[in-house]
């Protein structure tokens, strides 16, 4: 069956310090891939997308994400985190043009100042 | 231009009450979907309509209906509503659904 897969539940970082969220996906053909952030107490926003073409997809607000597909991975990083990304993060992906998005259990990401 | 809306913000219901969720796009988008987000297991699609006049099943349909009333609305029911629905509920919409998903700000449900 498709899924997709968050290895960290939780992370705590300091401001400035790098991060990296992973997400790996189980099906093959042509894939779609998404980071989707909620910050506190908002609906989920689309931080970056992968489609097709460059494997590094730069994102908003400092985000970026490569697709490794040898690895099935779409890895989430940011090189130096602010107090304000504090939030959850999901990995989402579906195949082909269908509609089925399948997310990840989220990653919670709490940065302290 | 409200994007995604999504009423009511909250909800309770009592074992075996029905209710309908509301949902509805400004965006002319010709997708529209029905996620639950319940803690530890992301989002989880229940229905989606790829254009209006026609609705599928996600992943999680059972104890679901839904009706795409026109290209701006797509809500959601719950005929007798069990405990295992308590769940926050969010509506997405999409120009098409092989493009990204534009997500509402989610109705928060509980059954007693």
Same mark, same amino acid.
């Given at each position: 069956a498709q899924s997709v897969s968050q290895h960290n539940h939780h992370v705590i970082l300091s401001e400035a310090a790098s991060l990296e969220l992973g997400c790996n996906y189980s099906y093959g053909g042509t894939v779609n891939l998404f980071w989707y952030v909620q910050y506190p107490g908002q609906h989920l926003q689309l931080l970056l997308k992968y489609f097709? @073409?460059?494997?590094l997809v730069k994102g908003i607000k400092g985000f970026e994400a490569e697709f490794i597909k040898s690895k099935f991975s779409f890895n989430l990083r940011k090189p130096s985190v602010q107090w304000s990304d504090t939030a959850e993060y999901f990995c989402a992906g579906r195949s082909g043009?269908? @509609?089925k998005l399948i997310f990840g259990q989220g990653t919670t990401l709490q940065v302290k100042p | 231009n409200a994007g995604v809306t999504q009423t009511p913000k909250f909800q309770v219901l009592k074992t075996g009450q029905s209710m309908t969720l509301q949902c509805a796009q400004?965006? !002319?988008?010709n997708s529209m979907y029905w996620y639950r987000q319940d803690p530890g297991m992301g989002l989880r699609l229940i229905y989606y309509s790829a254009s209006e006049g026609t609705t599928d099943k996600g992943e999680v349909p059972n104890g679901y209906n839904v009706s795409r009333? !026109?290209?701006r609305e797509f809500s959601l029911r719950l005929e007798s509503a069990a405990p295992s629905q308590t769940s926050v509920y969010f509506c997405a919409s999409s120009v098409s659904t092989g493009n990204e998903q534009f997500f509402g700000p989610g109705t928060r449900l509980t059954v007693l």
């Open positions: 097709s @073409g460059d494997p043009n269908t @509609g | 400004d965006m !002319n988008h009333l !026109n290209k």
